[in-house]
């Protein structure tokens, strides 16, 4: 099972506050998707356990599960597209820049 997932996150410093920005957003793989439904619909785990075992959000769980019952669960994520490789090293470099500036200002 492939799993592309960057859930990092950049911090800006804006009006004395931090405000934080997800960089990219999560992309999951179409198995990985049926695999966390399958786990809460046939195995009857709640979709809690599946979070943590997964370590995926519950409200992304839920959803998925929620557009099965409806038989929509093979659209979701059609609209997003995998990330290259160049948008995946861009990533870690600003995750790595985030934690950086994030260490100097402590």
Do not use: C
Not at 1 to 7: A, E, G, K, S
Not at 33 to 47: G, I, Q
Not at 86 to 95: Q, S, T, Y
């Amino acid at each position: 099972m492939m799993l592309l997932v960057d859930t990092k996150v950049e911090v800006n410093y804006k009006d004395r506050g931090i405000k934080m920005e997800k960089i990219p957003n999560t992309v999951y793989t179409k198995e990985f998707r049926e695999e966390a439904v399958r786990m809460v619909l046939e195995h009857n785990l709640s979709a809690y356990e599946v979070e943590q075992n997964l370590s995926i959000p519950k409200s992304t769980i839920t959803y998925w599960v929620r557009e099965a019952r409806k038989g929509r669960l093979s659209l979701v994520g059609n609209t997003k597209k995998a990330l290259s490789e160049a948008e995946m090293e861009l990533a870690k470099v600003k995750r790595e820049l985030a934690q950086v500036k994030m260490e100097r200002d402590f």
